[in-house]
């Protein structure tokens, strides 16, 4: 089931567009099960969770690169720095501080996203457009982050049946995406994601130019939350 889902979305998107597999609220029989079938990036929402299935599937599936994709608190970042792959909802310079504080105590590198708020809900987080430009160039150039890679932006849109919203809300970010990119200069070389899109608009993210998708119940079914 799981294998035949993930081969029908890898089969419509691009090669060179990231399909990152959101686990959240789903058992590690169901990564497991992915990652079988060859899939290496998982997202989880929530610390406490992604920490205990990530010691549950260090021997099984050793290779994951876990992306973080929900609300992070700061007093939360010590649990992943020592394990997860990419923070994509750095919405915050506090919370940027303290990923390269912990980032530092476990001498890795962390690569993040900032994310940007681009729907019409104000229930969602993330930068102002303004915002996420100066927060760029303060990570950039500041030379106070030596641990974190600022590889690019995330964003969600709107949850509506709006096919037209959501083109717009997508062309809006990919746009202030090349903004912040062509600010940032060509020193920026990591700074080359946009992730955008979830089951029901990856599509449409992908023709507004997202590289990375996150896609759950399109994979794993529905789940009984958000
Ligand atoms: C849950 C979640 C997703 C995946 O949602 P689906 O609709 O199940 O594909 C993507 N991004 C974020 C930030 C999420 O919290």
Not at 63 to 71: A, E, F, L, V
Not at 79 to 90: C, L, N, Q, R
Not at 131 to 140: C, F, G, L, T
């Amino acid at each position: 089931m799981i294998a035949d889902h993930l081969k029908t979305i890898l089969d419509t998107i691009p090669a060179d567009v990231r399909l990152v597999a959101v686990s959240k609220f789903h058992p590690t029989t169901a990564i497991e099960e992915a990652y079988a079938a060859g899939q290496r990036f998982f997202g989880e929402n929530r610390v406490q969770e992604m920490v205990e299935k990530a010691a549950q599937l260090r021997e099984t599936c050793p290779d994951i690169k876990w992306h973080q994709i929900g609300t992070l608190q700061r007093n939360k970042v010590k649990y992943i720095a020592p394990f997860v792959s990419m923070i994509e909802s750095v919405d915050s310079l506090s919370l940027a501080k303290e990923i390269e504080k912990q980032a530092a105590k476990s001498d890795r590198k962390i690569a993040i996203l900032l994310q940007t708020h681009i729907a019409k809900e104000d229930t969602k987080s993330g930068f102002s457009p303004d915002e996420v430009m100066q927060a760029a160039k303060e990570i950039q150039t500041s030379g106070n982050y030596p641990h974190l890679v600022l590889s690019g932006l995330m964003g969600m849109g709107t949850l509506t049946e709006d096919r037209e919203l959501t083109r717009r809300e997508f062309a809006n970010l990919a746009s202030l995406y090349h903004d912040v990119k062509a600010t940032l200069g060509p020193d920026a070389k990591s700074f080359c994601e946009l992730s955008m899109g979830m089951s029901d608009d990856y599509p449409i993210a992908i023709k507004q130019g997202a590289t990375i998708v996150r896609v759950g119940s399109a994979i794993f079914g529905t789940r009984a939350y958000r």
